[in-house]
């Protein structure tokens, strides 16, 4: 079946840098992206999504950037900061049709 | 999020047991979800119920099964717990109508099978 994945399971950068977390996606049907962002015993929070007439997304600090071309998806924080410390997750939809499909995660360890 | 509830947070059970995990949300949402999460594996769907009346299997529901009591209940089983049922649970929910495919997650429920 078609899958999300990532290309990065863990990533370290420095307080203050900026960091790029990358996606990979499967399904040319998906059109709904969505970032979520997990910290040590809790449940996944919401941080950004896009949908595939966009390719770009910004809130705060964050940018979510969508090549649908080459099925890629990224996550950006700008002046990572130790509160950004934590298992980031893509998932794709379908219009609503089927529930969202999860990536495997990337941890973020942000070093002070 | 504090709108979605899950009991217990945490449980320990033996093979062969049967354990009920649930659900409760306030937050008025039609759509309810079951996900697992396993170290490496990520979020991998058991089951979902887009409304009261409508149950469907996930990627992976062998050994599961779930029921909608309400609106905002929804309860997942293990009928005869394994310990590769060993993992983090969590339920989640959705709108479609008011925020689109945005999923709101509870806390999670630790399960470990002895």
């Known amino acids: 079946g078609e899958s999300v994945g990532l290309h990065l399971p863990t990533l370290s950068v420095q307080e203050g840098d900026n960091s790029i977390i990358n996606c990979a996606y499967s399904?040319?049907?998906?059109?709904?992206f969505i970032w979520y962002k997990q910290e040590s015993g809790k449940g996944p929070q919401f941080i950004i999504d896009?949908?595939?007439?966009?390719d770009k997304r910004q809130g705060q600090r964050v940018t979510v950037l969508l090549n649908k071309t080459v099925k890629h998806l990224s996550l950006q924080i700008a002046a990572t900061q130790p509160g950004d410390s934590a298992v980031y997750f893509c998932?794709?939809?379908?219009?609503?049709?089927?529930?969202?499909?999860f990536g495997k995660g990337t941890r973020l360890s942000v070093i002070a | 999020d504090a709108d979605v509830t899950q009991t217990p947070r945490n449980r320990i059970t033996k093979t062969g047991k049967r354990i009920m995990l649930e659900c409760s949300q306030t937050?008025?949402?039609?759509?309810m979800y079951w996900y697992r999460q396993d170290p490496g594996l990520g979020l991998r769907l058991i089951y979902y119920?887009?409304?009261?009346?409508?149950?469907n299997k996930g990627e992976i529901s062998d050994g599961y099964s779930v029921s909608r009591q309400a609106q905002a209940k929804f309860s997942l089983s293990l009928e005869s717990a394994i310990p590769n049922q060993t993992a983090l649970y969590f339920c989640?929910?959705?709108?479609?109508?008011?925020?689109?495919?945005?999923?709101?997650f509870g806390s999670g429920t630790q399960l470990s099978v002895l």
């Open positions: 989640a929910t959705s709108d479609f109508v008011v925020s689109g495919e945005k999923l709101f």
């Open positions: 119920s887009f409304d009261v009346k409508d149950i």
């Open positions: 937050k008025g949402h039609d759509r």
């Open positions: 399904n040319s049907a998906s059109d709904y």
């Open positions: 998932a794709e939809g379908n219009s609503g049709n089927t529930p969202l499909v």
């Open positions: 896009i949908r595939s007439n966009m």
